[in-house]
């Protein structure tokens, strides 16, 4: 496995962390470091080191994950794809264009398709266009 510290230094970048669960934009219910799922229970705090830990061990699910659906990927722009999974999940990926692109061997096109995950409830979102700007820039390394 590829090192992952590029992609924990962007999860943490573009999640934040909260220590209280609690509704992301998506209506998922969420907690340290955007981490849902089991774990996650409304009005049950976490501490910051089992934030970083679940952080690490659902980043690197999510990497493995990124590179059976992408297996040539490598390096950072296995990293920036990952965080894209990471951020919006494996299903999005699995079905975008963004994944046929990266088959291709396009990655100028994928950059293109990353552009275009910047919604939330319809409208552009500042976070969202900075965190896709990112993971485009690092395709190219």
């Known amino acids: 496995m590829n090192?992952?510290?590029?992609?924990?230094?962007?999860?943490?970048?573009?999640e934040g962390c909260k220590l209280m669960p609690y509704f992301c934009p998506a209506g998922k219910l969420t907690c340290g470091?955007?981490?849902?799922?089991?774990?996650?229970?409304?009005?049950?705090?976490?501490?910051?080191?089992?934030?970083?830990?679940?952080?690490?061990?659902?980043?690197?699910?999510?990497?493995?994950?990124t590179l059976e659906l992408c297996p040539s990927l490598r390096g950072a722009s296995m990293c920036a794809i990952a965080d894209f999974s990471y951020n919006l999940g494996l299903g999005r990926l699995r079905t975008s264009t963004l994944r046929k692109r990266i088959l291709a061997g396009d990655m100028q096109g994928a950059s293109v398709e990353l552009s275009k995950w910047v919604y939330g409830d319809g409208r552009v979102l500042p976070g969202l266009v900075k965190r896709r700007a990112a993971e485009a820039l690092l395709l190219s390394f």
Do not use: H
């Open 33 to 65: 470091f955007g981490s849902t799922g089991p774990g996650v229970v409304m009005g049950q705090a976490w501490t910051m080191e089992y934030a970083e830990k679940r952080m690490q061990s659902d980043a690197l699910m999510f990497a493995r994950k």
């Open 3 to 14: 090192d992952l510290t590029l992609l924990y230094a962007l999860i943490r970048r573009f």
